[in-house]
């Protein structure tokens, strides 16, 4: 069983910085793609960011491009994201996510829906203030 713990929401004014980190469990982080999703309230959950197995390939949310940066340490078993320029309309229980297949491509998944997922962490809650 795959655990991930999100850490480092809080409380930020707008314009500021926030660094998330998602720590695994488990003994193959390295072999799958990693996501990072968020959900306001009363909206849907949607997609922010993600980054391929060895971390040199990444994909964004148009809504987050120039702003926010995926990152990964395959030796901590931790994925980051680099949050600047924050807005209120960046407030949002953030959420990081595991790709369901090993070894898949990277174009494949981004290519994709998100649905196949298959672990994700509890959250933690960003709160940027106007």
């Known amino acids: 069983q795959v655990q991930l713990v999100e850490s480092g929401g809080g409380l930020v004014q707008s314009g500021g910085s926030l660094r998330l980190s998602c720590a695994a469990s488990g003994r193959t982080f390295s072999s799958y793609i990693m996501g990072w999703f968020r959900q306001a309230p009363g909206k849907e959950r949607e997609f922010v960011a993600a980054?391929?197995?060895?971390?040199?390939?990444?994909y964004y949310a148009d809504s987050v491009l120039g702003r926010f940066t995926i990152s990964r340490d395959n030796a901590k078993n931790t994925v980051y994201l680099q949050m600047n320029s924050l807005n209120p309309e960046d407030t949002a229980v953030y959420y990081c996510a595991r790709d369901g297949r090993p070894f898949r491509g990277f174009e494949t998944v981004v290519a994709g829906t998100w649905n196949g997922m298959d672990y994700w962490g509890k959250g933690t809650l960003v709160t940027v203030s106007s």
């Open positions: 980054i391929s197995r060895s971390g040199g390939r990444t």
